[in-house]
């Protein structure tokens, strides 16, 4: 079974970092595109960054850009979102999700929530 | 970014009857590789999304065939033939086609 979990959240100071971990199991981890999606409290659901399955490519939103750095370790079949400069703006729940096939995001994980308050 | 613009935001519904949602996009959704990666997701209260359809009306595997997907360019479909108790939830549409992948607004089915 595709499995994806993400870890990492929690509440942090604005203009603190943190690191967010995505282990994935039940599936080859190497050759599939990764991504992060985010849902603020009560809100929809914004793309943040992706990942190609070598780490080469990788992709952020504007809101984000500069600010987070997407990687993976393949060996670890485990996905990061290192996230610094943050704002209380980047408070929601971060899942994790695989690209299945091209466009589309067919596994996503349970989430964890980021709380940026003082 | 492309808009994806979802219609209507509310929509409350008869047990048995039929609901249809519409996303709309600022931009074709056709890829250069002749595919349009339009998406549709659930997501139910307190869980995560969970895919329906992709490629605008590939249905997922487990996934009750009264959930149908249509459309094309930039005006896209999403039918319940036939609402149950369990489809109360948040629909996205999400289009796959430009970065940032973007989503709709979401549309609340809810029982009447």
């Known amino acids: 079974e595709v499995q994806v979990v993400e870890s990492g959240g929690g509440l942090v100071q604005p203009g603190g970092s943190l690191r967010l971990s995505c282990a994935a199991s039940?599936?080859?981890?190497?050759?599939?595109?990764m991504h992060w999606v985010r849902q603020a409290p009560g809100n929809g659901l914004e793309s943040v960054s992706a990942?190609?399955?070598?780490?080469?490519?990788?992709y952020y939103a504007n809101s984000v850009k500069g600010r987070f750095t997407i990687s993976r370790d393949n060996s670890k079949n485990t996905l990061y979102l290192q996230m610094g400069s943050l704002r209380a703006e980047d408070t929601a729940v971060y899942y994790c999700?695989?690209?299945?096939?091209?466009?589309?995001?067919?596994?996503w994980g349970q989430g964890t929530l980021v709380t940026v308050s003082s | 970014d492309v808009g994806m613009t979802q219609s209507p935001l509310s929509l409350p519904v008869t047990l048995g009857q039929p609901a249809s949602i519409s996303c709309r996009s600022s931009q074709s959704l056709v890829f250069s590789d002749g595919n349009t990666y339009l998406n549709w997701f659930q997501q139910s209260p307190g869980q995560s999304p969970r895919r329906l359809i992709y490629q605008v009306s590939n249905r997922d595997s487990g996934v009750p065939d009264r959930f149908s997907g249509s459309g094309s360019g930039t005006d896209f479909t999403l039918i319940i033939s036939r609402v149950e108790a369990e489809d109360v939830g948040i629909y996205y549409c999400m289009q796959g086609s430009h970065w940032p992948w973007t989503f709709g607004q979401g549309t609340k089915v809810e029982i009447k």
């Open positions: 999700a695989r690209e299945g096939t091209p466009g589309t995001l067919d596994s």
């Open positions: 990942i190609s399955g070598n780490g080469g490519n990788t």
């Open positions: 039940g599936f080859t981890f190497s050759p599939y595109s």
